[in-house]
């Protein structure tokens, strides 16, 4: 099993949302989140005044997949968020040990 964490730009985050819904994905968790990678943020005017903002709002995406779905997930995120533009975001990859539902006690992938 893997768990796959993409952070992505938030108003991608529908598009991510229906490419892994197409492709067999029933679940995923998704948190509102804020840094930066190469773009290091960038300079906004507010009424007359410039600042910096440092860290970009991003959406943090993780779905906890088979294994056999891994390559399937990846460029289903990678196609749907791919504006070819700095700042689209990454796609970090993780083995999963166990995944456990609480409610009936499964384990492995039926749990997923």
């Known amino acids: ?11 991608k985050l ?18 509102e989140s ?13 009424r007359g005044a410039e600042y910096v903002v440092d860290f970009l709002p991003k959406i943090k995406v ?5 294994d056999s779905k891994c390559d399937e997930v990846i460029e289903a995120i990678r196609k749907v968020t791919n504006t070819g533009k700095i700042g689209d975001g990454k796609i970090f990859l993780f083995d999963l040990l166990d995944v456990i539902r ?7 992938d039926e749990a997923i």
Not at 34 to 45: M, S
């Open 1 to 11: 099993m893997k768990l796959v964490t993409a952070v992505i730009k938030p108003f």
């Open 14 to 31: 529908d598009d991510v949302r229906e490419a892994l819904s197409e492709i067999g994905v029933t679940g995923m968790t998704v948190t």
């Open 34 to 46: 804020r840094g930066f990678g190469r773009q290091k943020g960038h300079t906004e005017l507010y």
């Open 62 to 66: 993780e779905v906890a997949i088979a």
């Open 102 to 108: 609480i409610r009936t006690g499964e384990k492995g």
